[in-house]
């Protein structure tokens, strides 16, 4: 077991900028009701998922306020129980899957989704495959090679399972969807051409037991959350999140998304600040949680002339974790040495090797209410070792991906305990 306590205190202040409020309108259509959802969102490029809303963080407290259809909670760039020792933050570890050098049909190496049963076995989408294990950590089968054939795995980038117990795999570059049962047989492919599916969307997770959460870029603008019935893939519901964009990518280029499903909630982000909005299915903006980081960066668009060479990411921010008591996690990283990140990309993609990215990393500890209590940071969090999270059973209870020593997956219990 292991508990860690974050440090180094920074309080600052400043004033919201002048943006205008949230908005939120709907737009019957026949046979079914689309809803649209107007947001001043700086949307992720179709390369990467990210999502938010332009407001300035300021305060050495959080402070909340009520916009559009949406509560917005802006947190300082440290939480005040930074170095007082009222929280920590404990991970024990419970079992780990795959092994570092045999038999060689447990060696992971590109992991790319984690699922988990209500008896506990586990499945890993790895490079070209599926393998299982029990929840003691013992092989259980593997499944598929490499192919664009039936049960064949070509560019793979994540799963999911069904509410009825399947495994719904998005392969060949998510150009289309398969469905696995939880022994690894191959069911059935959903192709890409299907109603629901047109357009730059990816899977993202379940609401219920028929409908399917899609999120993407949407033509010609914008980011569309588009639910989905299963079986048959009709469009039930959607929403769209327009930007209002300050400084647009050169050439064009679009900007779009994706996101998570958590309790029920669609959650999405954003790259160009620290921030996560909260979506009811219908598409109104239940809560916004951001935290005042002035390093972090967008993204760099490298250009030379008229032509665009290439989009550099610096700063990410992870989907939230829930943990008991009603704790979320939150894990981000950012540099501190990129101001100007389009010159630093176009130096990069014209081959001037510039300086590499110093990064910040952060583990969050937030509240209930999503105030911003602590963090881990740098070192600290190098040695809690925390990983990716890739699956969640149960409030707590992670599975979480690891690269060093060597590529496996770890299921963890993490909570927080307040000192009496």
Request: hydrophobic letters at 40%; aromatic letters at 8%; one cysteine or more.
């Given at each position: 077991?292991?508990?860690?306590?974050?440090?180094?205190?920074?309080?600052?202040?400043?004033?919201?900028?002048?943006?205008?409020?949230?908005?939120?309108?709907?737009?019957?259509?026949?046979?079914?009701?689309?809803?649209?959802?107007?947001?001043?969102?700086?949307?992720?490029?179709?390369?990467?998922?990210?999502?938010?809303?332009?407001?300035?963080?300021?305060?050495?407290?959080?402070?909340?306020?009520?916009?559009?259809?949406?509560?917005?909670?802006?947190?300082?760039?440290?939480?005040?129980?930074?170095?007082?020792?009222?929280?920590?933050?404990?991970?024990?570890?419970?079992?780990?899957?795959?092994?570092?050098?045999?038999?060689?049909?447990?060696?992971?190496?590109?992991?790319?989704?984690?699922?988990?049963?209500?008896?506990?076995?586990?499945?890993?989408?790895?490079?070209?495959?599926?393998?299982?294990f029990t929840a003691e950590g013992e092989f259980r089968w593997e499944s598929g090679r490499e192919g664009e054939g039936p049960g064949e795995f070509s560019r793979a980038r994540s799963m999911f399972m069904t509410p009825d117990g399947l495994l719904l795999v998005a392969n060949q570059g998510e150009r289309r969807l398969d469905l696995f049962s939880?022994?690894?047989?191959?069911?059935?492919?959903?192709?890409?051409?299907?109603?629901?599916?047109?357009?730059?969307?990816?899977?993202?997770?379940?609401?219920?037991?028929?409908?399917?959460?899609?999120?993407?870029?949407?033509?010609?603008?914008?980011?569309?959350?588009?639910?989905?019935?299963?079986?048959?893939?009709?469009?039930?519901?959607?929403?769209?999140?327009?930007?209002?964009?300050?400084?647009?990518?050169?050439?064009?280029?679009?900007?779009?998304?994706?996101?998570?499903?958590?309790?029920?909630?669609?959650?999405?982000?954003?790259?160009?600040?620290?921030?996560?909005?909260?979506?009811?299915?219908?598409?109104?903006?239940?809560?916004?949680v951001r935290r005042n980081v002035p390093d972090f960066t967008r993204h760099g668009f490298a250009v030379s002339g008229n032509n665009l060479l290439g989009v550099s990411f610096y700063s990410r921010i992870s989907m939230p974790v829930a943990l008991p008591g009603g704790y979320h996690l939150v894990s981000a990283r950012w540099p501190t040495n990129?101001?100007?990140?389009?010159?630093?990309?176009?130096?990069?993609?014209?081959?001037?090797?510039?300086?590499?990215?110093?990064?910040?990393?952060?583990?969050?500890?937030?509240?209930?209410?999503?105030?911003?209590?602590?963090?881990?940071?740098?070192?600290?969090?190098?040695?809690?070792?925390?990983?990716?999270?890739?699956?969640?059973?149960?409030?707590?209870?992670?599975?979480?991906?690891?690269?060093?020593?060597?590529?496996?997956?770890?299921?963890?219990?993490?909570?927080?305990?307040?000192?009496?």
């Open positions: 077991m292991m508990g860690c306590f974050a440090e180094n205190v920074v309080r600052s202040s400043c004033t919201l900028s002048n943006v205008p409020p949230l908005t939120l309108w709907r737009s019957p259509v026949t046979p079914r009701t689309q809803r649209f959802a107007a947001h001043p969102l700086l949307l992720a490029s179709l390369l990467t998922a990210t999502f938010g809303l332009l407001f300035g963080a300021c305060g050495d407290a959080p402070a909340t306020g009520d916009v559009g259809t949406g509560l917005i909670v802006e947190n300082p760039f440290h939480g005040p129980h930074q170095t007082d020792g009222a929280y920590r933050l404990v991970m024990e570890e419970l079992v780990q899957f795959g092994a570092e050098e045999a038999p060689e049909r447990e060696l992971l190496s590109q992991i790319r989704g984690v699922e988990v049963d209500s008896d506990g076995n586990v499945y890993i989408l790895d490079g070209n495959r599926l393998i299982s939880l022994s690894g047989k191959f069911v059935l492919t959903i192709p890409r051409d299907v109603r629901g599916m047109q357009g730059f969307l990816s899977p993202t997770g379940f609401l219920n037991d028929s409908t399917v959460v899609f999120t993407g870029a949407a033509m010609p603008t914008g980011t569309v959350v588009r639910l989905l019935r299963s079986p048959d893939w009709v469009v039930t519901d959607s929403f769209q999140v327009i930007p209002t964009l300050e400084d647009p990518p050169p050439g064009g280029l679009l900007i779009g998304g994706s996101g998570a499903v958590i309790d029920g909630q669609i959650v999405l982000r954003r790259s160009d600040m620290y921030e996560l909005s909260i979506h009811a299915p219908d598409g109104d903006t239940l809560r916004v990129i101001p100007d990140p389009d010159e630093h990309a176009t130096a990069s993609f014209s081959g001037e090797n510039p300086p590499d990215p110093i990064n910040h990393t952060t583990l969050d500890v937030y509240d209930a209410d999503w105030r911003l209590l602590f963090s881990i940071e740098n070192e600290e969090l190098d040695a809690l070792d925390f990983g990716t999270v890739r699956a969640q059973p149960a409030p707590g209870d992670l599975y979480i991906v690891r690269t060093s020593p060597y590529p496996h997956v770890a299921r963890v219990r993490v909570t927080v305990e307040k000192s009496e």
